[in-house]
């Protein structure tokens, strides 16, 4: 079982820069990846970036690609999403989520994702 409670979301002009972070409550056995996931008003949820445990193997969603880091800092059982030139199409709610059962590879779709937060809205204006 592993609970994640995200922060870091607000109201951010466009241009600007936001950092989300993921606190995970796990055993200290667990390894697992992490991933941020975001959903639009009327759209779909979609991975924004993922993460493996060791930070050796990352993905990112191409409209973020170049404006967004995610990281993870093990021993604080918490992981980031740097997020920078933010434009009003981020305006989201952002989830984080975490995966046992591939935690070198991370998966890329929400559904392989077992545990996830319980979101923290990103807002964006022009």
């Known amino acids: 079982q592993v609970q994640l409670v995200e922060s870091g979301g607000g109201l951010v002009q466009a241009g600007g820069s936001l950092r989300l972070s993921c606190a995970a409550s796990a055993r200290t056995s667990d390894t697992y990846s992490m991933a941020w996931f975001r959903r639009a008003p009327g759209k779909v949820p979609e991975l924004v970036a993922a993460?493996?445990?060791?930070?050796?193997?990352?993905d990112y969603a191409d409209s973020v690609k170049g404006r967004a880091t995610i990281s993870r800092d093990n021993a604080k059982n918490t992981a980031y999403l740097q997020m920078n030139s933010l434009k009003p199409e981020d305006t989201a709610i952002y989830y984080c989520?975490?995966?046992?059962?591939?935690?070198?590879?991370?998966?890329?779709?929400?559904?392989?994702?077992?545990?996830w937060g319980q979101g923290t809205q990103v807002t964006v204006s022009s």
């Open positions: 993460i493996n445990w060791d930070a050796s193997n990352t």
């Open positions: 989520a975490a995966d046992l059962r591939q935690p070198w590879r991370p998966p890329t779709t929400a559904t392989a994702y077992a545990y």
